[in-house]
């Protein structure tokens, strides 16, 4: 099991910035994504960054690619990856969601999700 607690969400003005923090806990050792989604209303899932930790394979969906970044803090005894968002825009208005993915089998864990606004 893998215990995900999400952080940072909040109002801000268009053009700033945000940073998300999920921290995991449990079972985690042998986690091969972990991801952000994020769900605005009336419309699906979808991720907005991955990172695989087997070669540090990173991708962002084309709406966020060169404003947010997605990082892992790899100090002993943390599991806390980040989701920077620099840049907001209206449009990035939804609900953030942490996910760790695990392979063989398939299997994922969610964190609660954290509310992010951005007013123009």
């Known amino acids: 099991q893998v215990q995900l607690v999400e952080s940072g969400g909040g109002l801000v003005q268009a053009g700033g910035s945000l940073r998300l923090s999920c921290a995991a806990s449990g079972r985690t050792f042998s986690t091969y994504a972990v991801r952000w989604f994020r769900q605005a209303p009336e419309n699906a899932r979808e991720v907005v960054a991955r990172?695989?930790?087997?070669?540090?394979?990173?991708?962002?969906a084309d709406s966020v690619k060169g404003r947010f970044t997605i990082s892992r803090d790899n100090a002993k005894n943390t599991n806390t990856v980040y989701l920077q968002m620099n840049n907001l825009k209206p449009e990035d208005t939804a609900v953030y969601y942490c996910n760790y993915h695990f392979i063989g089998p398939d299997r994922d864990y969610w964190g609660q999700g954290t509310q992010v606004t951005v007013v123009s």
């Open positions: 990172m695989r930790l087997a070669g540090n394979d990173i991708y962002y």
